[in-house]
């Protein structure tokens, strides 16, 4: 989520009264408007329900991060953590984040298929979607076939710039259902034939390296579509009155995950916390900010439909959508990023 919504880093601070502890306890998340509007659906009306002196930060990512944290001993103040899969993975497997035990949060059950593991339960559920100008283009794409078809639909294409989500959705727009994508992608026939594929749309690449940028050229015209976060269509058409359509097929399903970090003084008030805002009714608040998905499969039942079924979340939108495997990239991503790099120049 970082590169959706991160901001500057921020150290906030919820003033209630303090509790016996050897600090107060630290969540840290990504930042900007993002981290404002859990500030206000999570953060505060846990401080205030249950008296915990909460301290914020906001941080980038990184594995480095987190491991340098770990091996601070006392000077590493960070608690609770939204990270990412790959960060998720590497970071429980090393060791660098508390096992979680389910009865405190409510049994791994409540939560959405896949979304809770051994280190992390869901912070917020998002998708990587294709977006379009439906005022442009009433008629428009229905998936990556049509994303690659600039004879069909004219014009320019935005893609997040690295080799990530961009080569399973060029596999997908050469007819790799979405449930083979991984294993094809594992071999090197699979990593041939995904670049080859982006090879005929490559003279009408635009990259893009941060979340605003995608409403920015489909605003501006410059291309006639773009993958872009689902939370940035709504947003856009709310703020700025566009007709921008979203299409969740062949979507990427992304997870970011709350974790505590291994040895926190604040074990207890962590625990407190991750329960709080697994509660349904305080999930059911959370895609009224931003429209970010919940991870409680109660809270999902429990949103008004219009908005559930606009959500990566809803049973028809999952069901389209392709999981981004973290194991995979963690195996391959320096292999891919410099095989990338020399095939687009950037």
């Known amino acids: 989520m970082r590169s959706l919504l991160h901001c500057a880093a921020v150290a906030a601070l919820v003033t209630v009264p303090n509790l016996a502890a050897a600090r107060d306890l630290t969540v840290v998340s990504w930042g ?4 404002d509007a859990q500030r206000t659906v999570f953060f505060a009306p846990f401080a205030a329900e ?6 914020e930060d906001s941080w980038e990512g ?3 991060v987190l491991r340098s944290k770990a091996q601070g001993g006392d000077a590493n103040t960070w608690d609770v953590i939204e990270v990412e899969g790959d960060e998720l993975e590497i970071g429980c497997e090393e060791g660098l984040f508390e096992v979680l035990d389910p009865a405190k949060l409510g049994g791994y059950e409540k939560y959405l298929p896949g979304t809770a593991t051994d ?3 869901p912070a917020n559920i998002y998708s990587l979607v294709i977006a379009y100008d439906a005022d442009k283009m009433p008629d428009g794409p229905k998936g990556w076939a049509d994303f690659w078809d600039t004879t069909k639909f004219p014009g320019k294409r935005a893609l997040r710039n690295g080799p990530k989500m961009n080569l399973e959705f060029a596999l997908m727009a050469d007819g790799v259902a979405p449930a083979d994508v991984y294993s094809v992608l594992s071999t090197p026939e699979g990593v041939d034939r995904a670049f080859a594929k982006l090879d005929e749309i490559k003279g009408d690449i635009v990259w893009w390296t941060s979340g605003n940028q995608p409403m ?13 976060y689902h939370t940035r269509v709504g947003n856009s058409n709310t703020s700025d ?5 979203l299409i969740y097929d062949g979507s990427m399903f992304l997870v970011d995950s709350w974790v505590v970090m291994k040895g926190s ?6 625990y407190k916390l991750l329960e709080f805002m697994s509660r349904p009714e305080v999930q059911v608040k959370w895609p009224e900010q931003l429209g970010g998905g919940v991870g409680v499969t109660e809270a999902q039942a429990m949103l008004d439909p219009a908005l559930a079924a ?8 999952v069901s389209v959508a392709l999981p981004l495997d973290t194991g995979f990239w963690i195996a391959n991503i320096d292999a891919l990023n410099t095989r990338f790099a020399t095939w687009s120049g950037n």
Do not use: W
């Open 216 to 228: 920015q050229l489909l605003g501006s015209g410059e291309v006639a579509m773009t993958t872009t």
């Open 265 to 270: 003084p604040n074990l207890e008030a962590a």
């Open 62 to 64: 990184g594995v480095g």
């Open 50 to 55: 249950t008296g915990t002196a909460l301290a």
């Open 241 to 245: 009155g566009t007709n921008f359509k």
């Open 310 to 317: 606009s959500l990566p979340t809803a049973e028809a939108n």
């Open 119 to 121: 280190c992390g339960i």
């Open 32 to 35: 900007g408007i993002f981290q």
